[in-house]
C-alpha cells in the first residue's frame, strides 16, 4: 500500500512544475564573486549549512558559478581568497531549466545526469524591446522527493 501512495505522489509530478516546488531566488543563499574567504565569511558559509552556493557577479541575477562548500575544506582563511579564485579552481558546470518544466521532466535530467541543482528561470517580454531570460529560483533533487514523500503523507 504504501507504494501505491508513492506512485500516487508521484503521479503528481506530471502537473507540478519546477516553479511549485524550488525555492524562490529571494531565499537561495548566494555570494558575489569578490566575497573574500575570511574566517567570518566561511563561517557564515557553513553556518547556512547549504551544499552548493551559486555564486553571482554585480548582480544577483547575473549566476557566473557554482560553489561547493566541500571545496573550501582546504582554504587558509589568511590567504584571503575571494569566491571567485576557488570557483576557478574548482569548477562545476551550471545547469539552467526553464521554470515551467514538469516535475518528472526534472526528475528524469536529475536521474540522468549527474548534477541534483539547477537554476530555474523564465523568459520575460517587456512590451518594449527583446525578451531576456530571468533567475527565479534553485530546485534540487531534494525538492522533487520531498514533493513525492509529501503527497504520499497527505493520502494517508
Ligand atoms: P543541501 O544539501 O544544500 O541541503 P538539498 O539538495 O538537500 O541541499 O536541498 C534542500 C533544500 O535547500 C531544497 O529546498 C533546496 O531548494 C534548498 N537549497 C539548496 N541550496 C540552496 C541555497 N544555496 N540557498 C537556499 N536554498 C537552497
Do not use: W
Given at each position: 500500500?504504501?507504494?501505491?501512495?508513492?506512485?500516487?505522489?508521484?503521479?503528481?509530478?506530471?502537473?507540478?512544475?519546477?516553479?511549485?516546488?524550488?525555492?524562490?531566488?529571494?531565499?537561495?543563499?548566494?555570494?558575489?564573486?569578490?566575497?573574500?574567504?575570511?574566517?567570518?565569511?566561511?563561517?557564515?558559509?557553513?553556518?547556512?549549512?547549504?551544499?552548493?552556493?551559486?555564486?553571482?557577479?554585480?548582480?544577483?541575477?547575473?549566476?557566473?558559478?557554482?560553489?561547493?562548500?566541500?571545496?573550501?575544506?582546504?582554504?587558509?582563511?589568511?590567504?584571503?581568497?575571494?569566491?571567485?579564485?576557488?570557483?576557478?579552481?574548482?569548477?562545476?558546470?551550471?545547469r539552467f531549466v526553464m521554470e515551467d518544466t514538469p516535475?518528472?521532466?526534472?526528475?528524469?535530467?536529475?536521474?540522468?545526469?549527474?548534477?541534483?541543482?539547477?537554476?530555474?528561470?523564465?523568459?520575460?517580454?517587456?512590451?518594449?524591446?527583446d525578451p531576456f531570460y530571468e533567475l527565479t529560483g534553485?530546485?534540487?533533487?531534494?525538492?522533487?522527493?520531498?514533493?513525492?514523500?509529501?503527497?504520499?503523507?497527505?493520502?494517508?
Open positions: 500500500a504504501d507504494d501505491l501512495k508513492i506512485a500516487m505522489g508521484a503521479m503528481g509530478l506530471s502537473e507540478k512544475k519546477v516553479s511549485n516546488v524550488m525555492t524562490k531566488i529571494d531565499d537561495v543563499f548566494m555570494l558575489q564573486e569578490d566575497t573574500v574567504l575570511n574566517t567570518k565569511t566561511v563561517a557564515e558559509i557553513l553556518h547556512r549549512g547549504y551544499t552548493r552556493i551559486p555564486v553571482y557577479e554585480d548582480d544577483r541575477h547575473n549566476v557566473t558559478a557554482l560553489l561547493f562548500v566541500k571545496d573550501l575544506a582546504l582554504i587558509n582563511p589568511d590567504d584571503n581568497f575571494t569566491v571567485r579564485t576557488v570557483c576557478r579552481y574548482h569548477v562545476h558546470q551550471l516535475l518528472r521532466i526534472m526528475l528524469e535530467e536529475f536521474k540522468r545526469g549527474d548534477y541534483h541543482l539547477a537554476i530555474a528561470q523564465k523568459i520575460v517580454q517587456p512590451e518594449e524591446g534553485v530546485v534540487t533533487l531534494e525538492d522533487i522527493v520531498e514533493e513525492i514523500l509529501q503527497a504520499e503523507i497527505v493520502d494517508e
